[in-house]
C-alpha cells in the first residue's frame, strides 16, 4: 500500500476543524452536534498520524495551541470516560433498551480512544505541552485513574472470539469496551511520559500532584513489575504492540518494547531532576519500592536505553544513603476542576440522562442509521487509513501477514478464512453498517 495514495489535511480545512473543536455537555454526548465533534477529531487525529509520520506535524500544533484547544480536547475527553463510567452501565441495565444497532454507542466509547490517542502524537512537542495551563493538572489525573487500573490488573485484557459467543450485543459492546479500556490506558501511559519531560517547566502544582498526591515513581515500578503488556500463553511470550497481541520469538523476548520505554523514560524524568529530587519524599516505603528497579536493569536493556546507566548510579547511591526529607514549600496548590464539575453539574441525574439518550440519540431510525453510515464513510476514507497502515497489512485476529480482506466492508484484513470466521463476531456491527455506506456511495 503507497502511502502517496493520501495526504494530510490541506491547511484550510485543517485550520477549520481545529477552530470547530467544542466540548460536549454529557447530555448531548452522540447526539447530532457531538457527531460532528467526533468526526472532527477522527480526521485530525488521522492526519496527525500521518503527517508525524512525513515530519510535517508542526502546522497542526500551532493550530491546536494558538487556537487554545488542548484544553477543550482534555475536557472532552474527561467528559467521554465520565459518560462511560456514569451512562453507559445505566444504558446496559435498562430492559426496554433494545437498540437496533449497537454502533452509535461503541462511536462514543471509541471517541475516548481516538481523543487520546491524538493528544499521544502531538503532545511529544513541548509547546502543546504546556498550552494545556490549568487543564495539565487535569490531564495529570486522567493519566493517573487509567494507570492505577492498568498496574492493578492481574492478567492482561485479551478479547478472544470464544469469549463473545453467545452474548448479546449489548454485551459484546461490554466486552469490547473492556478491551478498549486497555488500549487506552497503555495510550495514557504515553501521554505522562510526555508530561514528564517537561517537569522544569509544568506549574509547582503539577509536580506536586505526580510526586507526593499520586506518588507516580512507585505506580511506575508496579508497572515495571507486572508488565500488563506483555504474558505468557501455551509456553510463549505475547507482548501487546500497535493494538494486537503478538507471539514474540525467542530472539526478541529481550528486546525493549515501545511501552517498555515508556515507563523507564518516565522514571528518569521523574527521579532524576534537580526539582523533582527537591521535592519527593523518598520515605522508607518510596525508598523499598524504587530499590525493586535494579533487578530489571540488565546490561541487555542498559544497551537498548543507555540514559539507564544513570539511574543505576542514581539507585545505587539511594540503597546506601538517606535523602533529605522534602523541602516544604509554602504556595497555594491549585487543584484539577474539569471532572468535579461535571460530576457535581450532573449528580444525581445519570438514570435521566441515560433514557433521554436512548429515546433521543441511540434509537436511531433506518433512514438515521444509513446517514450516519454514509458519514462513517466519509470519515474513515479507506485511502487514509491504508496510507496509515503498515506497508505490508497484518491479520485482525493474530497478527500475521494478511492477504485477505473483508470484501463487504474493505476495512480489515486476514491471514486465513478461519481468522476471519473467528472475528465476525465481533466485526459484524461495523461491517454492515459499513457495507451498506459503501454501497450508497459507490451507486452515486
Not at 174 to 184: G, N, P, S, T
Not at 217 to 233: F, G, K
Request: with cysteine; aromatic share 6%; hydrophobic share 45%.
Amino acid at each position: 500500500m503507497a502511502a502517496a495514495a493520501a495526504a494530510p489535511l490541506l491547511p484550510a480545512e485543517l485550520e477549520a476543524l481545529v477552530r470547530a473543536l467544542q466540548a460536549t455537555e454529557l447530555r448531548d454526548i452522540g447526539g447530532q452536534g457531538w457527531v460532528l465533534q467526533h468526526e472532527y477529531v477522527e480526521k485530525l487525529n488521522m492526519h496527525a498520524i500521518l503527517s508525524a509520520s512525513m515530519g510535517q506535524e508542526q502546522l497542526l500544533t500551532e493550530l491546536l495551541v494558538t487556537n487554545a484547544k488542548i484544553p477543550v480536547l482534555i475536557e472532552e475527553l474527561i467528559s467521554v470516560e465520565i459518560w462511560k463510567h456514569k451512562i453507559f452501565p445505566v444504558l446496559c441495565q435498562l430492559e426496554d433498551f433494545k437498540p437496533r444497532s449497537t454502533f452509535p454507542i461503541y462511536m462514543v466509547l471509541r471517541h475516548e480512544a481516538s481523543i487520546i490517542n491524538l493528544l499521544e502524537t502531538v503532545f511529544f512537542h513541548k509547546e502543546v505541552c504546556l498550552s494545556a495551563e490549568d487543564s495539565i493538572l487535569d490531564l495529570i489525573d486522567y493519566c493517573h485513574r487509567k494507570l492505577t487500573v492498568l498496574a492493578d490488573q492481574s492478567t492482561p485484557v485479551e478479547l478472544h472470539p470464544e469469549d463473545l459467543a453467545g452474548l448479546s450485543s449489548m454485551q459484546e459492546l461490554q466486552k469490547q469496551a473492556e478491551m478498549m479500556e486497555f488500549e487506552i490506558s497503555l495510550k495514557a501511559l504515553s501521554v505522562l511520559r510526555f508530561i514528564t519531560d517537561q517537569v522544569e517547566s509544568l506549574p509547582l502544582s503539577a509536580l506536586t500532584r505526580m510526586l507526593n498526591t499520586y506518588n507516580l515513581p512507585c505506580l511506575l515500578v508496579q508497572l515495571v513489575e507486572h508488565c500488563p503488556w506483555s504474558c505468557w500463553e501455551a509456553g510463549k511470550l505475547k507482548k501487546f504492540e500497535n493494538g494486537t497481541w503478538h507471539v514474540v520469538p525467542p530472539e526478541d523476548q529481550v528486546k525493549m518494547t515501545k511501552l517498555d520505554g515508556q515507563v523507564w523514560l518516565a522514571l528518569l524524568n521523574l527521579l532524576l531532576s534537580p526539582e523533582c529530587q527537591r521535592k519527593y519524599h523518598f520515605d522508607g516505603f518510596n525508598k523499598s519500592q524504587l530499590l525493586k528497579l535494579p533487578a530489571f536493569l540488565t546490561d541487555v536493556l542498559i544497551d537498548q536505553l543507555p540514559n539507564l546507566m544513570e539511574m543505576q548510579r542514581f539507585l545505587s547511591h539511594l540503597a546506601v544513603t538517606e535523602p533529605a526529607p522534602p523541602k516544604k514549600d509554602l504556595i497555594l496548590e491549585q487543584v484539577p476542576v474539569i471532572w468535579n464539575h461535571i460530576i457535581m453539574k450532573n449528580r444525581g441525574k445519570w438514570q435521566a440522562i441515560a433514557k433521554h439518550q436512548v429515546k433521543c440519540v441511540f434509537s436511531p431510525t433506518e433512514e438515521e442509521l444509513k446517514l450516519r453510515a454514509d458519514r462513517w464513510t466519509q470519515t474513515y476514507s479507506l485511502d487514509m487509513m491504508e496510507a496509515l497502515a503498515p506497508d505490508k497489512p497484518c491479520c485482525r485476529v493474530c497478527g500475521a501477514e494478511a492477504a485477505k480482506r473483508c470484501s463487504r466492508c474493505r476495512n480489515e484484513w486476514y491471514c486465513t478464512r478461519v481468522c476471519q470466521v473467528q472475528h465476525w463476531q465481533k466485526h459484524k456491527a461495523a461491517c454492515n453498517l459499513m457495507a451498506g455506506a459503501l454501497k450508497s456511495v459507490d451507486g452515486q
